[in-house]
């Protein structure tokens, strides 16, 4: 009912940007919180960045400055625009919703995307 998809991942050199979509479709009246996570090989999925309904961001200690986490209520989408990339930003990036109204009235507490690989290296 819920489908979560990433676009914009790529290879850039260190210094460079990349701006990251999320695009949620299916059953949804509302979601609550959009959420992005990273998981580099052999490490443990991190919080990026988080950003309420009504558009309040949290970030991880690693991105504060460089990473700007924003969302469309509109088109149920949310973008993660990251500068200043380093080669430790390489992961695979993942998309999170979490409580979200559907029509009809049921709650789903949380979906995941499928990911979207970055990789920063000259």
């Known amino acids: 009912q819920v489908q979560l998809m990433e676009s914009g991942g790529g290879l850039v050199q260190p210094g460079g940007s990349l701006r990251l979509s999320c695009a949620a479709s299916?059953?949804?009246?509302?979601?609550?919180?959009m959420a992005w996570y990273r998981q580099a090989p052999g490490k443990e999925r991190d919080l990026v960045a988080t950003?309420?309904?009504?558009?309040?961001?949290g970030y991880g200690d690693s991105v504060k400055g460089r990473f700007t986490i924003s969302r469309d209520n509109a088109k149920n989408t949310a973008y993660l625009q990251m500068n200043s990339l380093k080669p430790e930003d390489t992961a695979v990036y993942y998309c999170?919703?979490?409580?979200?109204?559907?029509?009809?009235?049921?709650?789903?507490?949380?979906?995941w995307g499928q990911g979207t690989l970055v990789t920063v290296s000259s």
């Open positions: 299916g059953s949804i009246f509302r979601i609550n919180t």
């Open positions: 999170n919703a979490v409580d979200i109204l559907l029509i009809g009235g049921r709650v789903r507490l949380d979906a």
């Open positions: 950003i309420t309904r009504s558009g309040i961001p």
